[in-house]
């Protein structure tokens, strides 16, 4: 790499001689166990640690990657990576809505068995910072290790994206559709894969009838809560849209939103600007459809009932606490929006099943997860159809 | 609309001018429901009370959807002109359709408006910025815009700056050679005002005597304030360098020309008869009280061609009095504190703990 591209890179874990020998990197064994050593070590590290233990992402992430955690993903894949060897190296553009995302992308990539360059995003958020100065630390400890992990940040500069690609055997790509469209026109070597994770929407089904005979509604709008307001509704996996089935949606209606707004004003800090966003949203939807009726006294939790299902739904969408609805009068209608960028279908009051035969019966082009309410930002080594650990390996037949 | 014309532009109190006007809003909200589409679909879904007994109760639509849609309610063939607001570099502009009333009606509200401040009586007229901003239509802008509707209080037109921004000695030397015995008037935008004419001067080290100009301008603080100028330090400035004292704030936007809030000499910026404006709380959208800072509303009874009679701005401010400001002009008279800061994009940085996945 020339000088002048160096000096632009700002190193937070690793460094420039790394970076170099990386160019010659071999993959190797998935789920290796010093790998799963390692991140076991990491787990420990940032829960321990004051800075960095003290946010819930970072907690999330820590539990995640400790070893009885990965172990159990192991499992999963039983004897098929048997003949199994990573790719080489990842290149991770690492998304900026959501701060953690660098280690769980980095950390798919070793669990597979390969090296990484990670780059972050400019914004920098206190937990990543804390991690990342953790990862330092215990790379110190870990020569071999040290070897497999760069993170770092640059200021947008085609030319260093240019290189990373070129040296690369997979990219995995976090980002807007026209933040991935950039990065793809820059060339990967003839044996390179890409690993496009684009912008999505998701809904959240919910039976009525199931709802109002349930009991733990305060725990079901905080869990709805985490899946939405928690990221800001900037996540793929949080709801935009809440399809209710039709007996009782009134009255189950009236009630969930009464106990998320319970949830909403005792946690979430508005901002000014939110309530002109979302009115402007909102204006934006009825422009185009002339199907929907805004409901939004208290401006940091607004909804639109619609009367019928869209495909170009999640053209509409505004962060922060903005929900379309509507009451279905057959579960299969939801197959409407179930498209090519449909990611999560989170629900309430159903059977998992009874939702993917809804998938498979229409089939859909799209939904890439049904989880339950509370669970959408569970990240899992399935992503967005992908499987990381046969994705970012190869099979030696 | 007719004997509005003929009104003084801050005679109306309160209680008359929500009497007279309210039935004028509602019937304009109305036309735009009628005539269109886009409008009546917004409505329909935002709603509205059209027995609502305030203006207050006036619906009102975000100011940027004129950058995301064309918005007009005459007929294409009605529309005489397409005025585009200039937007800071890499924004996207807002476009607004005028028809010959409208258009008509902007300037009649802006004589009668700024006629109240500056006097009725034309004079010889310094604009403080170049002649291309006119001369070229790919410029043609609110800048433009702004300029050529200004240009009816002046006789005598000279431009302060070149084509490449430079102040313009020549012309300004000139300029006060034949008008500093007699009032005059300057225009311009706050900005350029301040980076290519002020700074310019003070910088030159001359002195030039502008203690008969009468100044106005407007175009927002927004790029003053990254430079940390307040509204105060621009007066005492211009005070300073060349003895300019009466200066003039304007308050208005390419979706509202014409019915623009002029600062009187109390620093008060002041709504005419053929505008409103109403401060609301940024989380419920009601009314705040006098002297509470909260989102701007803006009102003009102008547009007829096009939905842009009743917006909701981006800017935060503060109603300070109604009726009672000690320049005599009746209605509401306010404060711009800034823009909304757009939405920080905020990742899960909470720091509660939530439940953890095993």
Known sequence: ???????????????????????????????????????????????????????????????????????????????SLKNRTGRGLAFHVAPSNIPMMFLFSMAVALLAGNSSIVRVSSREFEQSTAACRLLQKLLGDHPEEAGKIVILRYPHEEELTR??????????????????????????????????????????????????????????AENFYNDTYFTDQNACTSPQLVVWTKEGAAEARRQFWEELEKVVSRKYRFQDIQGVDKLAAACRYAVCHSDGKAFCTDKSLCRVEIGALHKDLKDFRCPGGYFYEYAAERLDEIAEVCTKECQ?????????????????????RGVDRIVPIGKTMDFGLQWDGFDFIYSLSKVIG | MEELYRMAPFGLGHQEKEEKLLPEYKKLTEHHYRNCEKYKNILDCIGWDPGCRTLEGIPFIPVRLFKEYELYSVPEEAIVKTVASSGTTGQVSSKIFLDKSTSAGQQRALTAIVGDFIGRSRMPMLILDCPDVVKNRSMFSTRGAGILGFST???????????????????????????????????????????????????????????????????????????????????????????????????????????????????????????????????????????????????????????????????????????????????????????????ELRGCSDTYAAGIKG
């Open chain 1, 344 to 364: 999560t279908i989170s629900y309430f009051g159903f059977d998992r099943q009874e939702l993917l035969d809804v998938v498979k019966r229409n089939r859909c």
């Open chain 1, 1 to 79: 790499m020339q000088q002048e591209l160096k000096d632009k890179v700002r190193f937070l874990v690793g460094d420039a001689d790394i970076l170099e020998q990386m160019r010659e990197t071999a993959g190797f064994e998935p789920f290796a166990p010093e790998t799963v050593e390692f991140l076991d070590e990491f787990s420990k590290l940032l829960r321990g640690d004051a800075d960095a233990g003290k946010y819930s992402d970072v907690q999330t992430f820590a539990f995640w990657c400790r070893k009885s955690s990965v172990l159990r993903m192991k499992e999963n894949y039983g004897g």
């Open chain 1, 163 to 220: 290189y990373f690609s070129a040296v690369c055997d997979s990219r995995i790509i976090w980002g807007g559709d026209r933040s991935i469209g950039e990065i793809r026109k820059l060339p990967l070597p003839p044996h390179g894969i890409d690993l496009p994770f684009y912008d999505r929407f998701s809904f959240c089904v919910i039976n009525s009838a199931e709802y109002l005979k349930y009991g733990k509604k305060q725990l079901l």
């Open chain 2, 153 to 343: 209080f002046g006789t005598k037109r000279a431009y302060a700056l070149k084509n490449d921004m430079a102040l313009d000695y020549e012309t300004l030397e000139s300029f006060l050679e034949n008008y500093s015995g007699q009032r005059f008037l300057m225009f311009g935008f706050t900005f350029i005002i301040w980076k290519h004419f002020l700074l310019e001067l003070e910088k030159s080290g001359k002195h030039y005597d502008l203690s008969n100009g009468v100044m106005v301008h407007g175009g927002g603080w927004k790029k003053l304030k990254s430079e940390a100028v307040s509204k105060e330090e621009f007066r005492r400035r211009f005070r300073e360098a060349c003895g300019l004292e009466d200066i003039h704030e304007n308050y208005g936007m390419a979706e509202q020309t014409g019915s623009i809030f002029v600062e009187c000499g109390c620093g008060h910026l002041h709504a005419s008869i053929y505008s409103e404006v109403i401060v609301r709380d940024p989380k419920t959208f009601r009314p705040c009280r006098i002297g509470e800072k909260g989102i701007l509303q803006v009102m003009s009874l102008l547009p007829h061609s096009y939905p842009g009679h009743s917006l909701l701005t981006e800017d935060e401010g503060a109603v300070l009095g109604e009726d009672d400001c000690l320049c005599g002009r009746k209605g509401k008279y306010f404060e711009i504190i800034g823009r909304l800061a757009n939405a």
